[in-house]
């Protein structure tokens, strides 16, 4: 048995948050905000829409998009690092019941802005070991809920939303997932950290004083990590599937910064027809950012069956990954 990427949704929250409006809340501007990172604006869950409520908007469209119905659902897995609660429940328990979906397998993984690759894996894994025949995988963040509108370096950056995906089973082998490579490093866990909250630093008054539940990014020294791990990432996979960069029909990397995507896209020597962009509308949503991009794609009717997919992620960990896939939705 195979496993195939069968469908993708997402969901974008209404509110747009600007740069005009950041440069009123810090000492930004938009000048420099789409200079450093080609991010005009983001888009911010409301007060009450929860990360599993976005999850469950994207999971909703993805389940009917791979024309199936809820009860053939048999596993839940939702990456992200602003879930509804920290530690219990998870979010993906909240999604698989607010979906209707229970009892089914469900759990959350914790790979930052790699979240959706590394869920990808895990559902590739279980699809085809046999354990499960249909798997929902989520990527949702509420990220306004962990950033620091003080901070000038990260809260220009993050934005909130969901996408998501049905990895199932098949028997037609050009339908297969071809190729998924994970990976990380917890040498660099201090450039992307969320500090407080955790037994490392309990939450106390003073956590909270010192603003450590917000997160902390060393963003000059992530970005020359990103550069190099991402590219070495794709000529691996590319190089061990015997994949030349040119017949990638959608290089889909995660959308933290268009000058990370250029170095990337430059030195597989892609067109800029094969590289889809959404930072500028979105910002980074972490794990939300691939299927977001991937829906934007989709629904602008650009993605079709049979066409081959190149993803890309690197996040907090730090972690990274990639995956072939041709498209395996109508
Ligand atoms: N507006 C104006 N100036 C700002 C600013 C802002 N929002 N944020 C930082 N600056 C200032 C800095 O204070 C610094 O000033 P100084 O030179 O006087 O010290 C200057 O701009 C340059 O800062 P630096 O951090 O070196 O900028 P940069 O070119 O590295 O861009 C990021 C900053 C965050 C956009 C960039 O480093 C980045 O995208 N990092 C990686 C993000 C990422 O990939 N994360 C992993 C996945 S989530």
Redesign the pocket.
């Known amino acids: 048995m195979y496993a195939s990427f069968k469908s993708i949704g997402a969901y974008i929250p209404e509110k747009v948050l600007t740069n005009e409006e950041l440069e009123k809340m ?4 938009d000048e ?2 789409i200079k ?2 080609g991010i005009k604006e983001r888009h911010i869950a409301d007060d009450s829409e929860l990360t599993s409520d976005m999850g469950v908007k994207a999971g909703e469209l993805a389940i009917k998009r791979a024309g199936l119905q809820k009860s053939d659902i048999d596993a839940v897995i939702c990456a992200t690092i602003s879930p509804d609660h920290f530690c219990m429940p998870s979010t993906a328990n909240l999604i698989s019941h607010k979906l209707g979906l229970n009892p089914v397998t469900s759990f959350d993984i914790s790979a ?2 790699t979240g959706f690759i590394y869920a990808l894996n895990i559902a590739k894994s279980f699809v085809e070991s046999g354990s499960f025949k249909n798997v929902l995988i989520v990527g949702a963040e509420k990220l306004s809920s962990i950033v620091d509108y003080t901070d ?2 990260t809260c ?2 993050f934005g909130d939303g969901a996408g998501a995906a049905v990895i199932g089973a098949t028997d037609k082998k050009e339908d297969a997932v071809i190729d998924v490579h994970t990976g990380a490093d917890g040498s660099y866990s201090d450039y ?1 950290i969320t500090p407080g909250g955790g037994s490392a630093e309990p939450c106390s008054l003073e956590t909270i004083e010192n603003r450590r539940h917000y997160m902390k ?1 060393q ?2 020294a ?2 020359k990590v ?1 550069v190099k791990t991402l590219t070495k990432d794709v000529i691996d996979i590319l190089g061990k599937n015997e994949i030349d960069p040119k017949d990638i029909k959608h290089f889909i990397p ?1 959308q ?2 268009y000058r ?1 995507i250029k170095a990337v896209g430059d030195a597989l020597k892609l067109d800029s027809e094969q590289v889809v962009l959404t930072v500028h509308k979105y910002g ?1 949503t ?1 794990s939300a950012s691939i299927p977001m991009a991937m829906n934007d794609l989709y629904e602008s009717g650009k993605l079709k069956n049979g066409e081959l997919m190149l993803l890309d992620a ?3 960990g730090l972690t990274w990954g990639s995956a072939l896939i041709p498209f395996a939705g109508k």
């Open positions: 810090v000492d930004t501007s420099w905000i450093r990172t930052a802005c000038r370096t220009i950056l992307l990014m963003g000059n992530t970005f990103a995660h933290a910064n990370i980074n972490s690197f996040g907090g």
